[in-house]
């Protein structure tokens, strides 16, 4: 069995390959600039790559072949990827591709391109986590501005996020796409526990020993920040939107899937944290 794994050097995506190869499975890494396999499992599960660009439906074709599950990374910054992602689909139903999960978001209902996944696969998932722990780490927004202005910059005001361990989608990920049973429907995927950003503020202070604010700013000034940061407009008042719809209350719950799928109970932002 070979699961192709879309978006493979991401955030998910890389820790999906890392679990696949771990259990034996064999994962073609999917990029704009395939490269020499540099991720192994400690299992026999075997890599290889293939150049894939949402922008370019001649690499749709090949990705797919002989590929049994797609994990599915929709196009960035793209406001409404359906007309891009339907090609792709077809594809991957002329080649018998069995199973699909595809990354959404808790802050995006149903529907689009999620709606019409059971046109083309027979076993379909959709991801739908919350906002993931990682974005205060690396190069994201709210990591850069801690360690230069010692402040993460939002319009949550004190609307609470379950955060989610990114390590916790893959396995779900995983457990969908080459587990015995191909659950089909909409998983809603949280943290265990839901948090202000003044919470990560105090927790991202007590971990690093350097202190970090919150600092609440209005929807419009949140979206001006993302498009200086290079999000494109349409994208930037999206996101900021999504910090609204936070400080309303939106996210403000929890769900037991990540262990009902896993059989282990979702990793929490501190323990994300210290790993
Ligand atoms: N961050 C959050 O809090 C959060 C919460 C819920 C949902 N999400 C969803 O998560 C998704 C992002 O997933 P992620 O965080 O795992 O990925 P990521 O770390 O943002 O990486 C993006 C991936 O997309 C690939 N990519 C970029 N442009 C591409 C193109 N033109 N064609 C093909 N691949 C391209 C990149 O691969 P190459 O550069 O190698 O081509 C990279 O592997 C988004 O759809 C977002 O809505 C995020």
Redesign the pocket.
């Given at each position: 069995m070979t699961v192709l794994v879309?978006?493979?050097?991401?955030?998910?995506?890389s820790r999906l390959v890392r679990q696949l190869l771990e259990h034996d499975i064999s994962v073609r890494r999917a990029?704009?600039?395939p490269s020499a396999p540099s991720v192994h499992g400690r299992g026999a599960g075997a890599v290889a790559d293939v150049r894939?660009?949402?922008?370019d439906p001649a690499t749709f074709a090949p990705a797919v072949r002989d590929v049994h599950a797609v994990y599915v990374?929709?196009?960035?910054g793209v406001a409404d990827p359906e007309p891009i992602m339907i090609p792709f689909l077809v594809e991957a139903q002329r080649a018998g591709v069995q199973r699909v999960a595809l990354?959404?978001?808790?802050a995006i209902p149903v529907g689009g391109i999620g709606a019409r996944l059971a046109d083309f696969v027979p076993g379909w998932t959709i991801l739908r986590?919350?906002?993931?722990a990682s974005?205060f780490t690396g190069d994201h927004l709210h990591a850069r501005s801690a360690r230069a202005d010692g402040e993460i910059v939002s319009a949550t005001e004190d609307g609470r996020v379950p955060f989610i361990d990114p390590d916790d989608i893959a396995a779900v990920a995983r457990h969908v796409l080459a587990g015995p049973e191909a659950p089909c429907g909409d998983l809603v995927l949280t943290g265990p526990e839901p948090l202000t950003f003044d919470d990560v503020a105090a927790q991202l202070s007590a971990h690093t020993g350097r202190t970090v604010r919150h600092r609440r700013i209005s929807v419009t000034d949140l979206s001006a920040r993302l498009r200086g940061d290079g999000i494109p407009g349409a994208f930037a008042d999206l996101l900021a939107g999504m910090d609204a719809a936070i400080a309303q209350g939106a996210e403000d719950r929890t769900t037991s899937v990540v262990e009902e799928i896993t059989g282990r109970p979702a990793r929490s932002f501190r323990s994300f944290l210290s790993r």
């Open positions: 879309l978006g493979a050097s991401g955030t998910t995506g990029g704009r600039s894939f660009d949402w922008t990374v929709a196009p960035p990354l959404s978001s808790s986590p919350t906002w993931f974005n």
